[in-house]
């Protein structure tokens, strides 16, 4: 079984996380195709080497993030988010909603 | 039987004489003593027929004595296929032999033998799969014919545990390797465990000759194991097996009735090697041996191998059994010594000069039976005239010596297997015969002749130079580590063909599953040609010593046959476990978590059916099981009618709380949060970044600043951890806390809930307008402080209460007292699901899948349009620009003699598969079965009819309704 | 008298019916009602040798969030510089820092904390959220020289004396369960106090038990811990 450093917790047996999956940055949601966003939330880059993932330690539910090699399975280093994410987000207002096809369902409102 | 032909001390140094032990054998009582395992003291009884082979029913005996190869598999009471040469003796054992029919002696089975050449090589492959269904009839009986051991179906479970280890250098195997490792480790302070899976430390120490005097060996022992024993930081387990390498040092250490799962921060593997066994017509005679297990026999258990032996050798080890067999009393009638011109070390020189007489450049061409033929009773010799071929006498026969044990050194494999299961690659020289281990992982070293060293000073001084790397590693010396150990190639006691194929074939390569050579040469004309190719269609190595001793002369034959080098063939993976393992080590003491809400004795004292959902234990519905329907019909009827109390412990809650707070959920669930008024609750609708449906609650709004939001018992887990997720991201100033476990809660539901609650909340003004549908409340009930949600889940007026989880109890008591002047009855999730179907509201995960997105499940109204972001905005916006593929209905049946539809009945539309069931009752308040489905959108309008394929295959017709089913005005939630 | 008191659902451990099973004797402490022994009330060697007791129904408290440090700093609370390190008050009420910005307390062993009633009733300052520990943790100890043996049974990390100083935390896993584990010794006894989620509280007390049983280990009550001090 492999070992993970948390930066919180020190050096766990890996079952101790919850993986969540490759971090890249979200494109712009209002701004990006409709190709774009369905590749940042269907595809996955699957690369052959380093690549930083989301993991969390379950029994602290601390996030952070940490650069694997995925040809060698090994783990290079680990660091918290803010080292990434260091300021606060705001998303820009949404313009007009443009007009939707309605679905054609029944129990609209409840 | 009786102890009396035991050797004379120092052989025997395993047992103790003084402590007899009787036992039985095929019915029959012997006596052993302490210390003997069950192969030795039935070897010391001449008893040598263990078993019977796997295909052929052949009579075979101990091989390896190491508990290495699989003839010594034998039946104990409650264990079969137990390894006789690894199993220790004791009082009363019953032991019986297995896979035979008749006796072990007198095996009808054996005719098989006889039929060989019926049962080529792929026989399985080849036959039985036609004409279809075939094999069902022939599976009966080949399983019945080449059945193991029996499995006693009256097994007593019996306690077997798990327990972790820590250790700075793990050390496994306890050969001269092995101790010098450890010792050399534990000399930098570290904390050293050393594994050996065999009784005794000392490895090869214990049984092996060094010297022409035989006794370095045994003295070089005592000082070690004496050196390791006084050494506080070395812990020393034997008979225990180190059955796999686990990433980053994980290893499974299996001793008695204990998994110890051992992690170390570097491990040095002294594993040693296995001894190969020549390949030549009947090799698998009992009798016929390794030479490491007659030495075995002698100096362990002090059990003469025979009375008259013959030595095959390619090698200088063979020379020292000679010399042990002669200290034994043994009379050795030759040295057979595969090699032309062989390069004496001192104590072959020794050996030869003990006048014995050795034959070289011959082979023991073929293992003849003695009269009973069950065991050795001559061999035949030839000389060797080219490469696994021998000269034909003009007589027609080679040299016949009788014998009754023939000794093999022909040479070793290293121990390759934990090695290889950490990524280590081995490679093999064709010249030299030698093999190397390269690339293992660098927390893992290697050192012995597991390394290819022979020479003890090698040994040494490989394992101290291993040791060194790791405490260095370890930062706990700074040593310089000496140069690595040139291999000797004028020591390799490997010789590079000890095959010699026969007319009559029966030159076994596999034991375990009785393959022979023109077996695996056949493989390879059949287009075979990848040694896992060969493995998986001739079955080689696949049987329960995985190819120990047929790995090597496989690779070997299909080199030679596809015109390759071994090191161009290669040997197949080798995965955990080593050996095998029983069930009981991998199941034994699991953890199965169980999850009680703090009123859960008042359920089981009320008489409830309890169901565990996830790992929370909730009442199914109250009363005996056999009145289940009429039970939870009444439990239905009763809220609709009255007033009903369920427990909502498990429901999962959350706090987030801080100035953004309002502006997190906004952003996190699909609903607007920010104009949220205090004392007010919203649905919570959360989708993932798919757009897919994943969790709902309500988001209780108890002031500007502070939300409490409940989420589905399943899936709390995962939203408190996505909510983190996110915010690690966001960085909004908001705290999120999961308090799930905090809070216990009721569902007080029915027309009277609010008569029953007014009796025991009197801070809280209950009338629908001053606390409205969907308002939130902080006030006590029952003198506990309470935080009350008015929520509708089941369609009726109702009041969410939840209190701090340690007064769940109280308020269970408290709420049933004051409910008893209107029959209050308690109701469990059966009839809440029924309750809730008929108000057409879904179970997320139930009614939805991994694909369902808002508008296939009518929630189109839960989402915000104008807000900047939310989880899975965009992708709903996408979703919108294309028609709904599906969408979810409810349903009537109105045939009241149709079977009633359940969860993932599929919807037909003619042969043609539309959607499926999500949810199906029967209503007590409708009287028929309601439900909700998945269909097309053009079966999707009220009125409309489908086709559900029930239970049994029957069709039923089914309609669609508007949603829901009951109170569609929803007046009596709001009342 | 004080079974009756411990009756009483409100105040009462879920544990409380295996706790009558095995013939605790209860005792309050300053306004709680713990188990003081099963059957015999001689059970100090117990507890040194290996001891589970069961203190879910004294005081604990929770804060967090990037505020807490300070504002617990201004009510001369006494932190630990690390997070993942415990200290004990003057008290003896235990502080344990989980994470930069998280303190969970627990009460001392007469059930009194000054620590924990200052805290609850402070005005909590901005960035300073409370947390009901007492009622989302079970509080269990387990003490002896054969406690970290009997802990290597259910969790993974090394968690025995030389590896694992007095006042350390893991947040880890405990047979499949989360919990918190801090080393908090009673005097010279090894003592290890496992808070983990309140409704898992008997699944981990049989599994712990369970686990103890090879080593002669047993149930104690808060006596045992208080004559240990």
Known sequence: ?110 | ?975 | MSSTIASSALRRSQLYRRHIEMGAEFITLGDRVVVSHYGSNQEKQQAQHLGLADLSTLPRAGFKGPGTPDWALGLAMELPVQPNRATLQSDGTLVARLSQSELLLASNLDGLSQCIASATEAQLAESVYSLPRSDSHSWLVLCGSQAATTLAKVCGVDLRAHKFANGEIAQTSIAKINGVIVRNDLGETLSYCIFSDSSSVEFLWDSLLDAMAEFEGAAVGAQALRDCR
């Open chain 1, 1 to 110: 079984m492999k070992l993970l450093t948390c930066p919180l917790n020190g050096q766990r047996n890996i079952t101790e996380f919850t993986y969540g999956g490759e971090y890249h940055p979200m494109p712009d949601h209002q701004q990006a195709t409709s190709r774009e966003w369905a590749e940042h939330v269907f595809f996955h880059d699957n690369s052959a080497g380093v690549v930083i993932e989301w993991w969390c330690h379950s029994a602290s539910s601390y996030w952070f993030l940490a650069e694997r090699n995925t040809i060698s399975d090994q783990i290079l280093r680990t660091f918290p988010a803010d080292e990434i994410f260091n300021q606060r987000i705001d998303f820009a207002a949404a313009p007009e909603p443009e007009p939707e096809l309605k679905p054609k369902a029944n129990g609209e409102s409840q």
């Open chain 2, 1 to 975: 039987m009786s102890n009396n032909s035991r050797l004379a001390p120092p052989f025997g140094s395993l047992i103790n004489r003084d402590q007899p032990i009787n036992f039985r054998f095929e019915k029959q009582t012997y006596q052993g003593f302490d210390g003997d395992n069950i192969a030795s003291a039935l070897a010391a009884n001449q008893q040598w027929l263990l078993s019977r082979s796997f295909k052929y029913h052949r009579p075979r005996g101990a091989l390896t004595m190491a508990g290495q190869d699989a003839n010594t598999m034998i039946q104990l009471p409650s264990d079969p296929n137990a390894l006789a040469d690894r199993i220790p003796l004791s009082e009363g054992l019953e032991v019986m032999g297995q896979n035979y029919s008749g006796s072990l002696n007198r095996d009808r089975g054996a005719v098989l033998g006889l039929f060989s050449r019926f049962l080529p090589v792929g026989f399985y492959y080849k036959a039985f799969f036609k004409p279809a269904g075939m094999w069902e009839k022939w599976a009966l009986l080949i399983r019945k014919k080449a059945g193991l051991g029996t499995i006693n179906q009256d097994y007593q479970p019996e306690y077997y545990d798990k327990q972790y280890q820590f250790y700075d250098v793990a050390v496994i195997g306890a050969g001269p390797a092995g101790l010098s490792a450890a010792l050399e480790a534990a000399k930098s302070g570290g904390e050293v465990l050393l594994v050996d899976e065999n009784a005794s430390l000392g490895g090869s120490l214990n049984y092996s000759r060094l010297d022409a005097e035989g006794t370095a060996a045994r003295e070089l022992r005592q000082r070690l194991v004496a050196e390791v024993e006084a050494t506080a930081n070395i812990t020393a387990m034997t008979s225990a097996t180190c059955n796999a390498w686990f990433a980053d040092n994980w290893l499974p250490i299996i001793c008695g009735k204990r998994l110890y799962k051992v992690r170390a921060k570097q491990t040095i593997l002294c594993v040693g090697s296995m001894e190969q066994q020549a390949v030549f017509h009947n090799n698998d005679l009992p009798g016929v041996i390794m030479s490491s297990a007659a030495q075995r026999l002698m100096h362990l258990y002090g059990v003469r191998p025979g009375k008259s032996a013959v030595v095959l050798t390619g090698n200088n080890e063979g020379y020292g059994t000679a010399l042990d067999l002669l200290d034994a009393g043994v009379e050795v009638k030759a040295v057979i010594d595969l090699r032309h011109q062989p390069e004496y070390d001192a104590v072959a020189k020794y050996a030869v000069s003990k006048g014995l007489e050795v034959k070289t450049g011959c082979a023991v061409y073929a293992a003849n039976k003695d009269p009973s033929g069950l065991h050795l009773g001559s061999v035949e010799v030839r000389d060797i005239i080219d490469q696994g071929v021998c000269a034909t006498p003009e007589s027609g026969k080679g040299e016949i010596i009788d014998c009754d044990v023939l000794c093999m050194s022909v040479g070793y494999t290293p121990t390759y297997q934990l090695i290889c299961q950490g990524g280590g690659q081995l490679s093999y020289d064709d010249d030299s015969s030698m093999f190397t281990l390269t690339n293992c992982p660098p927390s893992c070293q290697i050192a012995g002749s597991v390394n290819s060293h022979w020479r003890l000073d090698d040994v040494v001084a490989d394992a101290k130079r291993a040791a060194l790397i790791a405490t260095n590693a370890l930062e706990l010396t700074s040593a310089t580590v000496p140069e690595t150990i040139a291999l000797s190639q004028q020591q390799s006691p490997n010789f590079g063909w000890p095959i010699f194929a026969h007319p009559k074939g029966k030159e076994f390569v596999d034991f375990d599953e009785d393959l022979q050579i023109a077996d695996i040469i056949n493989a390879t004309k059949d287009g075979y040609e990848h040694i896992q190719l060969v493995k998986r269609y001739s079955t080689c190595g696949m049987g329960p010593s995985q190819g120990r001793h047929s790995a090597l002369a496989t690779a070997r034959l299909v080199a030679a046959a596809t015109n390759r080098t071994v090191a161009q063939t290669g040997v197949t993976t080798a995965r955990p476990p080593f050996s095998a393992e029983h069930l009981a080590h991998s199941a034994g003491r699991s953890f199965y978590p169980a999850q009680r809400s703090n009123m859960h004795y008042r359920h089981l004292e009320a008489g409830a059916q309890m169901l565990q959902a996830g790992a929370w234990y909730r009442p199914a519905f109250y009363g005996s099981s056999d009145q289940r329907q009429v039970c939870i019909n009444l439990e239905v009827t009763n809220v609709r009618h009255n007033v009903g109390l369920v427990d909502v412990s498990t429901l999962g809650g959350l706090e987030v709380r801080g100035p953004d707070a309002a502006e997190f959920l906004n952003r996190f669930y699909t609903f607007g949060f920010l104009k949220q008024p205090v004392g007010k609750a919203r649905y919570a609708l959360l989708t993932n970044e798919a757009g897919v449906v994943i969790d709902d609650g309500v988001a209780c709004r108890f002031s500007e600043q502070h939300y409490y939001v409940t989420a589905t018992t399943g899936g709390v887990g995962n939203v408190y951890q996505s909510m983190l997720k996110w915010n690690v991201q966001w960085r909004l100033d908001v705290d999120i806390a999961n308090v799930t476990s905090a809070y216990s809660a009721v569902n007080i539901a029915g027309p009277n809930a609010r008569k029953v609650l007014a009796k025991v909340c009197s801070d809280i003004d209950l009338d629908s307008q001053a606390f409205p549908y969907m308002g939130v409340r902080e006030g006590s009930v029952a003198g506990i402080p309470a935080r009350v949600i008015r929520v509708g889940f089941v369609g009726e007026l109702g009041y969410e209460v939840h209190i701090p989880q340690h007064c769940g109890e109280a308020l269970w008591d408290a709420l049933i007292a004051a409910g008893a002047e209107f029959d209050i009855k308690p109701f469990g999730i059966e009839a809440q699901r029924i309750l809730r179907l008929e108000k057409g509201h879904i179970i997320i995960g139930q009614d939805t899948d991994a694909m369902s997105n808002p508008n296939e499940v009518n929630m189109g109204w839960a989402i915000a349009k104008k807000k900047p972001f939310f989880v899975g905005g965009r992708s709903i916006q996408e979703l919108n620009k294309t028609p709904l593929k599906r969408c979810q209905v409810g349903f009537v049946v109105n045939d009241a003699n149709a079977p009633i539809p359940l969860e993932s009945h599929l919807v037909l539309d003619g042969d043609r598969m539309t959607g499926r069931v999500t949810s199906c009752n029967y209503s007590p308040t409708l009287n028929k079965p309601v439900g909700l489905a998945f269909v097309e959108p053009d079966q999707a309008e009220a009125g409309s009819r489908f086709t559900i394929k029930s239970s049994g295959g029957v069709m039923v017709d089914a309609m669609v309704v508007q949603l829901p089913f009951y109170d569609p005005e929803t007046q009596r939630q709001e009342l």
